[in-house]
T-cell receptor, first 110, second 111 residues
Framework: QKEVEQNSGPLSVPEGAIASLNCTYS??????FFWYRQYSGKSPELIMF????GDKEDGRFTAQLNKASQYVSLLIRDSQPSDSATYLC??????????FGQGTELSVKP | SQTIHQWPATLVQPVGSPLSLECTVE??????LYWYRQAAGRGLQLLFY??????ISSEVPQNLSASRPQDRQFILSSKKLLLSDSGFYLC??????????FGPGTRLTVT
């Protein structure tokens, strides 16, 4: 049974700082990884995906994948109060399903 | 790109009443569709998924059922709601590279 683990937080960072969100996964054969952002009361929104080892950058967001250590991270540079949300890590499973972590709550303080 | 619609957006129902939530998808054909529930402060729980018309797989035994009468329509139902059925119900559609896209959700409160 594949598992995806995240620290539930809350993770609190000051405005302008770098927020680092981490996710570990159990299946060494996993090939792709997704990060979703979920604002309170809203549905999850896909913000990043990564398939290859190393870093992938998109604006203020950087996803980092280390397959040898089985973790994937999401870095948010210059954090803004509008980044306050729960961030979910997900890994594909058989049958087209996704396995989600429990999510990390991020709070960016002005 | 695909768009997922869900209705109603919010619903308050008494215990023992029936339920019908609807999800429709635009911008794709023959998608895999999923129903999730998210209890307050909790993670996503996959309830059902469907790979085509009339094809439903249940992930957890429960008080709910799902149907897929048309290619881009997915319905979640219950004959008699329980208090524990309260939550945020999300419909999702499979993307081109294993990702999923979510609808806006239905917030159900069972009283």
């Amino acid at each position: 049974q594949k598992e995806v683990e995240q620290n539930s937080g809350p993770l609190s960072v000051p405005e302008g700082a770098i927020a680092s969100l981490n996710c570990t996964y159990s299946d060494r054969g996993s090939q792709s990884f997704f990060w979703y952002r979920q604002y309170s009361g809203k549905s999850p929104e896909l913000i990043m995906f990564i398939y290859s080892n190393g870093d992938k950058e998109d604006g203020r967001f950087t996803a980092q994948l280390n397959k040898a250590s089985q973790y994937v991270s999401l870095l948010i540079r210059d954090s803004q109060p509008s980044d306050s949300a729960t961030y979910l890590c997900a890994v594909p499973n058989q049958g087209g399903k996704l396995i989600f972590g429990q999510g990390t709550e991020l709070s960016v303080k002005p | 790109s695909q768009t997922i619609h869900q209705w109603p957006a919010t619903l308050v129902q008494p215990v023992g009443s029936p339920l019908s939530l609807e999800c429709t998808v635009e911008g794709t054909s023959n998608p895999n569709l999923y129903w999730y529930r998210q209890a307050a402060g909790r993670g996503l729980q996959l309830l059902f998924y469907s790979v085509g018309i009339g094809q439903i797989s249940s992930e957890v035994p429960q008080n709910l059922s799902a149907s897929r009468p048309q290619d881009r329509q997915f319905i979640l139902s219950s004959k008699k709601l329980l208090l524990s059925d309260s939550g945020f119900y999300l419909c999702a559609s499979y993307g081109s590279t294993a990702e999923q896209y979510f609808g806006p959700g239905t917030r159900l409160t069972v009283t």
